[in-house]
T-cell receptor
């Protein structure tokens, strides 16, 4: 069964460093998402991406964040200058069409020290 | 601010009982709703989705939607200890791309 994959599973970085989180969505899906979940808190929408551009983003997704689909299969989230409060699980998700059920990847645990 | 509200729990039920999980939403434009199960440290796993008023059954799970009351529920019949997890309710408004998640309800099924 097709699934969303994410790498790395765990990333440790120092405050101020740049990180890139990688996702490979399900191959025939058209819409891609990044979410964040701080430990013990809710899943928070960051950004949605369709047709090679951002379709919607949350107030969390400020200038420190960017997304890219560099090669037609990978979907990346870059955080330019990490802060301690960026420590969280980051989930990628994809859907085949607007409004459909989302399929989540296993997540990347980001720890900023 | 569009919100999806859930009681954080924990909701404790004995093995074999029916677990009832509830969710309310603030946006009347919300069209589709999704229930996910999340084990600690893992990603959300889709259980069911519902678009229409009424009930939708899938195995031991039944989702219920009442758009007039802005209420969604999930019933788990014959609850098993392996059902112990956090259950997330999510909604999306037609014409948007943003899925709004509730905080989740922690379910404990006691053997």
């Amino acid at each position: 069964e097709p699934e969303v994959t994410q790498t790395p599973s765990h990333q440790v970085t120092q405050m101020g460093q740049e990180v890139i989180l990688r996702c490979v969505p399900i191959s025939n899906h058209l819409y891609f998402y990044w979410y964040r979940q701080i430990l013990g808190q809710k899943v928070e929408f960051l950004v949605s991406f369709y047709n090679n551009e951002i379709s919607e983003k949350s107030e969390i997704f400020d200038d420190q964040f960017s997304v890219e689909r560099p090669d037609g299969s990978n979907f990346t989230l870059k955080i330019r200058s990490t802060k301690l409060e960026d420590s969280a699980m980051y989930f990628c998700a994809s859907i085949p069409g607007q409004g459909y059920e989302q399929y989540f990847g296993p997540g990347t645990r980001l720890t900023v020290t | 601010q569009k919100e999806v509200e859930q009681n954080s729990g924990p909701l404790s039920v004995p093995e074999g009982a029916i677990a009832s999980l509830n969710c309310t939403y603030s946006d009347r434009g919300s069209q589709s709703f999704f229930w996910y199960r999340q084990y600690s440290g893992k990603s959300p796993e889709l259980i069911m989705f519902i678009y229409s008023n009424g009930d939708k059954e899938d195995g031991r799970f039944t989702a219920q939607l009442n758009k007039a009351s802005q209420y969604v529920s999930l019933l788990i019949r014959d609850s098993q200890p392996s059902d112990s997890a956090t259950y997330l309710c999510a909604g999306i408004t037609s014409g948007t791309y943003k899925y709004i998640f509730g905080t989740g309800t922690r379910l404990k099924v006691l053997a």
